[in-house]
């Protein structure tokens, strides 16, 4: 089991920057695949970046160059640094840890972003 709480959250001018956190209940090291997904009011939870346990990253690409994925194991943590954010960034964050017999979430953290 592995618990997960995402932090960094707020509401942010167009063009400014977050650091989303999530901080998990045990190491990380293992984990096949963690990752960080978004959903708007109305619209379906969809994937934001996830990277490997071997390091390898994914976007969406609608953040491509803009947002980084990043994990620092010795602390359990995933990351996910925003830059130049824009008004369709507006979505409840989303931590996920995915293993091949598990697939956990932490509880959300919002960002708003405003034009």
């Known amino acids: 089991q592995v618990e997960l709480v995402e932090s960094g959250g707020g509401l942010v001018q167009a063009g400014g920057s977050l650091r989303l956190s999530c901080a998990a209940s045990?190491?990380?090291?293992?984990?096949?695949?963690m990752g960080w997904y978004r959903q708007a009011p109305g619209n379906q939870r969809d994937l934001v970046a996830t990277?490997?346990?071997?390091?390898?990253?994914n976007y969406a690409d609608s953040v491509k160059g803009r947002f980084t994925i990043s994990r620092e194991i010795a602390k359990n943590t995933l990351y996910l640094q925003m830059n130049t954010l824009e008004p369709e960034d507006t979505a409840v964050y989303y931590c996920?840890?995915?293993?091949?017999?598990?697939?956990?979430w932490g509880q959300g953290t919002q960002v708003t972003v405003s034009s």
């Open positions: 990277i490997t346990s071997g390091g390898t990253t």
């Open positions: 996920n840890a995915r293993g091949r017999q598990f697939n956990y």
């Open positions: 045990r190491s990380i090291l293992s984990i096949n695949t």
